[in-house]
């Protein structure tokens, strides 16, 4: 094939993926519509990062606030909310994270949409407003939920406001985030055993970190029902946690030590 028609078939192609238009229908109109999560102030720990994978140019991310409406670029990008714990943002350049590749990093359980887009004239909406809430975390992901839509109107018709509750069971998931901070620094090997345990579970943390070690015991549903700190001196730490006196359920174990953190679950039966 000739270069100067190759060279042509690649400019077509690569200007068809960046050259994005609207196509307007016909006696339609833009909605505007803006979307908030509502509720990051209850958790501040965490960070929610809005992040919009590449199509032709690199990705881009953004912290969200409770206060502003998401946005995503382009209606053809797509979009995914993230979180992390908010240490481990500390220092870095939150456009230079692949969210998708990091494992401090977890994806929402919902796609959220937040480009308005058009509507046949015959449909008076004319702005749309929908509100979600964290309700908390599995081990790999973000639970919002939509608690609130408000639909605006542009023939005098007063605005419709909808409402709804969660339906999964938030007892079942937990009120701080699951993941670790990892880094290359301090590479932890954490046990705990038994594991069911009765009266006593036995901690042996062995990495080359020392200092001082924050132990905090709580439920699924976030409440804390222990706090120790420990010192680190060697290589090896063991410590014998006794837990006779607590109710037989599921517990978080959360390890600080250094700029790390590191959560194991325990069962006591």
Known sequence: MNKHIIFLVFCLILFSKIAFCDVIPDHSHYINKCVKITNIEDYPEVSLLGFIPPNVIP???????????????????????????????????????????DPNAILSNINIEPFGGYLYDSIHISGIEQYYKIVGFTANSLVLYKWKEV???????????????????????????????????????????????????????????????????????????????????GTILDYDIHIDNFAKETYLVNLIFGSRVESRKLIIK
């Open 151 to 233: 639909n605006k109107f542009n023939n005098s018709k007063p605005d419709s406001t909808s409402t709804y509750t969660y339906q999964g069971d938030s007892s079942q998931l937990y009120q701080k985030i699951q993941t670790s901070i990892y880094t290359n620094q301090y590479p932890a090997s954490i046990d705990l055993y038994p594991n069911p345990a009765q009266k006593t579970v036995h901690l042996k943390i062995n990495n080359t970190y020392q200092g001082k070690v924050s132990l905090e015991m709580t439920t699924l549903g976030g409440k804390t029902v222990k706090n120790i700190s420990l010192e680190k001196a």
């Open 59 to 101: 990705f881009d991310t953004y912290i969200i606030v409770s206060s502003q409406c998401l946005t995503k670029g382009y209606k053809y990008n797509d979009f995914k909310v993230f979180a992390v714990n908010k240490e481990y943002l500390t220092g870095k350049d939150i456009k230079k994270i692949n969210l998708p590749k």
